[in-house]
């Protein structure tokens, strides 16, 4: 299984960035897609989801109406669209995939593979 992580950059505050995370190796729809960032000194926190069934996403408090994730089933592929970049959402982002019930969908420790990370950072 690979999960391939990309797009990350040096973007302004209050600018846009689209990730995306190439999975290879797993049957795609039957995985929850999330992804988890990490900055420094920090440890790794959930960011959003999407449910194997139905496409249901979740969000993190400090994410919600700014991010959206969504998948392609078709190309494997999930993609994070960041809006209005604040300097609080520097981190490393990292792509995961696993199969969390819903009441734990943010629990990191249920992901089983991980992508390799794309650093974001946001500049004020």
């Known amino acids: 299984v690979q999960l391939q992580a990309s797009g990350g950059g040096l973007v302004q505050a209050g600018g846009s960035l689209t990730l995306s995370c190439a999975s290879s190796g797993l049957t795609f729809s039957s995985y929850t897609m999330a992804w988890f960032r990490q900055a420094p000194g920090k440890e790794r926190e959930f960011v959003t989801a999407?449910?194997?069934?139905?496409?249901?996403?979740i969000y993190a408090d400090s994410v919600k109406d700014r991010f959206t994730i969504s998948r392609d089933r078709a190309k494997n592929t999930v993609t994070l669209q960041m809006n209005s970049l604040k300097p609080e959402d520097t981190a490393v982002y990292y792509c995961?995939?696993?199969?969390?019930?819903?009441?734990?969908?943010?629990?990191?420790?249920?992901?089983?593979?991980w992508g390799q990370g794309t650093e974001v950072t946001v500049s004020s």
């Open positions: 995961a995939a696993g199969r969390p019930i819903l009441s734990a969908t943010q629990w990191r420790s249920l992901y089983y593979y």
């Open positions: 999407i449910r194997q069934s139905g496409g249901s996403t």
